[in-house]
């Protein structure tokens, strides 16, 4: 079975310091791991996402997460907060066994707040 | 550039009511899904369809139905509401199912509250 657990419900940071968004997966075959952003009252916009190619995996509004198999992670970081980077944010985890449907099931998400 | 299209937005019903929501996809989608939206809980799936004429259960089914009218068109029925189903539903789709480093696309999302 697969799993995602982002370990964080909650985190602040003052803007222009490093965000750190942590993430571990547990998956029985290898996996496609993917980080949504939902603003306030917002759908859901792909970050970034990781398919077994290199396993730094640079997005979009200078997001990056970097995919660590050994440590089951994949944690979003980003150099230096923006204001604009506040929302909800989410790890989400795909196993590929080759099925008909290969759902995808999401963390618990991340609430950051980006304090000026 | 419509992408996957939600009606309604918002919806109050009263405990008892039926209601049906919506989705639409214009990217040719093989693959849609149906997830609920509760705070603290992520995004929990309730009803996914691989193809055009299969439909499957996903974590969280129970009071809802699902129709797959088309390869366009998937959408979410309670026919009996009630408060527990007050949260904000998200439709999705992907390509085909079997392709996993395709992302799901979503909508907008239907803000559903049941008094």
């Known amino acids: 079975a697969q799993s995602v657990t982002q370990l964080d419900s909650h985190v602040s940071v003052s803007e222009g310091t490093p965000v750190l968004l942590r993430c571990n997966y547990s998956?029985?075959?290898?996996?496609?791991l993917f980080w949504y952003v939902q603003h306030p009252n917002k759908g859901l916009q792909l970050l970034l996402k990781y398919t077994s190619a290199a396993t730094l995996v640079k997005g979009i509004n200078g997001f990056e997460a970097e995919f660590k198999k050994s440590e089951t992670s994949f944690h979003l970081t980003k150099p230096s907060a923006h204001m604009s980077d506040a929302a909800e944010y989410f790890c989400?985890?795909?196993?590929?066994?080759?099925?008909?449907?290969?759902?995808?099931?999401f963390g618990t998400g991340t609430l950051l707040a980006v304090q000026p | 550039n419509a992408g996957v299209t939600q009606t309604p937005k918002f919806q109050v019903l009263k405990t008892g009511q039926s209601m049906t929501l919506q989705c639409a996809q214009d990217m040719n989608h093989n693959s849609m899904y149906w997830y609920r939206q509760d705070p603290g809980m992520g995004l929990r799936l309730i009803y996914y369809?691989?193809?055009?004429?299969?439909?499957d259960k996903g974590e969280v089914p129970n009071g809802y139905n699902v129709s797959r009218l088309n390869k366009r068109e998937f959408s979410l029925r309670l026919e009996s509401a009630a408060p527990s189903q007050t949260s904000v539903y998200f439709c999705?789709?992907?390509?085909?199912?079997?392709?996993?480093?395709?992302?799901?696309?979503f909508g907008q999302g239907t803000r559903l509250t049941v008094v």
């Open positions: 998956s029985s075959y290898s996996p496609s």
């Open positions: 989400v985890v795909r196993q590929n066994y080759g099925g008909a449907t290969n759902k995808l099931i």
């Open positions: 999705a789709s992907t390509p085909r199912g079997g392709q996993v480093n395709t992302e799901a696309f």
């Open positions: 369809s691989a193809s055009e004429g299969t439909t």
